[in-house]
């Protein structure tokens, strides 16, 4: 294995274990994996898979992080590093300025409980609109430990792999992995047959017939939900997820997610769970940070389970 070593400076404040919590969403997500201390994923460079683990060296107000990149090959050091930093970036959403935000919280005394509780927490991101889609599709009308065992699955059987401490750590799967998988092979993981036909079907747009899901990132939020929607397996709930999980679109909260309707159920002890349209009137207060406050939510209920 080579090695290679780099940093990042994260625009603070900025917390590596709340920000990766928010990306991982429980503790069984063998993809996005943290140990107390280390976050570690394998990406996908060149068509090789790269182990990278990153660890937060400075404070939530001069943050650092010492970036680890592991491979069986490594062709450029320096075309390697750009491309990790790059990824790292994105998902991590380091960049991100959020000042904005917590001026907002400070105006209403329930947030800005909220937002103290958890400063540091950048908004992350999947790396790609695919990786994006297929959780979305994953996740539909299951609860979240479903979901995500099934893209432990999903990765385990067509991500490719690398090995760390003698045990294999997988990349979630790129649209050339899926696009010949048998739906019946995806059933035999636990898919239903119509998503096990829609992440098949997306895998070989994207592959065959050059579907750019990237470009949605040049279209404003209505646009990309309709064109989101014309896609096999995507409705309201799942167009919506991908904008701010996918997107970073911080304007949208899912305002479908059942576990964000019981959040905010509780937040301002409403007798009855939110529907569509209230939960649209309720986060408009909080614009543009609506789906931002959405992370702080999951925080939140991941804390009173004791997984933060």
């Known amino acids: 294995m080579t090695r290679i070593s780099l940093h990042i400076r994260p ?4 917390r ?14 063998q993809i996005d994996q943290w140990n107390g201390k280390t976050y570690k994923r394998v990406f996908v460079v060149d068509g090789s898979p790269f182990l990278v683990e990153v660890t937060q060296e400075g404070s939530t ?12 090959t490594i062709v450029s050091e320096e075309r390697t590093k750009l491309t990790i930093a790059a990824l790292l970036k994105k998902v991590l959403g380091t960049s991100e300025e959020l000042q904005e935000f917590y001026t907002i919280a400070r105006k209403n005394a329930k ?17 790609s609109m695919f990786e994006a889609l ?6 539909q009308q299951l609860s979240l430990t479903v979901g995500i065992t099934l893209l432990n699955r999903l990765s385990e059987t067509y ?3 690398i090995k760390n401490s003698g045990n294999s750590i997988h990349a979630f799967p790129l649209a050339e992995n899926l696009a010949d998988a048998k739906p019946a092979a995806l059933r035999r993981l636990g898919f239903s047959s119509n998503k096990a036909h829609a992440i098949t079907a997306l895998a070989r747009s994207v592959l065959e017939k050059g579907l750019d899901l990237e470009r ?27 904008l701010l999980r996918g997107l970073r679109r911080l304007t949208v909260f899912p305002g479908d997610d059942v576990g964000a309707q019981n959040n905010l159920q509780q937040f301002f002890s409403l007798e009855r769970k939110p529907d569509y349209e209230t939960i649209k ?21 991941l804390r009173v389970k004791g997984s933060l």
Request: charged share 20%; glycine share 8%; with cysteine.
């Open 16 to 29: 590596l274990d709340f920000t990766v919590w928010a990306l991982r969403r429980q503790s069984h997500n």
């Open 281 to 301: 009137r309720i986060t408009r207060r909080w614009k543009p940070y609506g789906g931002f406050v959405y992370f702080h939510f999951l925080l939140q209920k």
């Open 216 to 242: 949605l990132a040049k279209v404003n939020d209505q646009d990309a939900i309709d064109e989101l929607r014309k896609i096999t397996g995507v409705g309201r709930w799942s167009a919506e997820y991908v």
């Open 111 to 127: 947030l800005n409980v909220l937002a103290n509780a958890f400063i540091g927490l950048k908004p992350p991101c999947y790396p």
């Open 134 to 139: 297929i959780n979305a599709f994953a996740c």
């Open 61 to 72: 107000q001069n943050p650092r992080l010492g970036v680890l990149v592991s491979g069986r």
């Open 11 to 14: 625009r603070p404040p900025f």
């Open 159 to 161: 991500g490719a792999s």
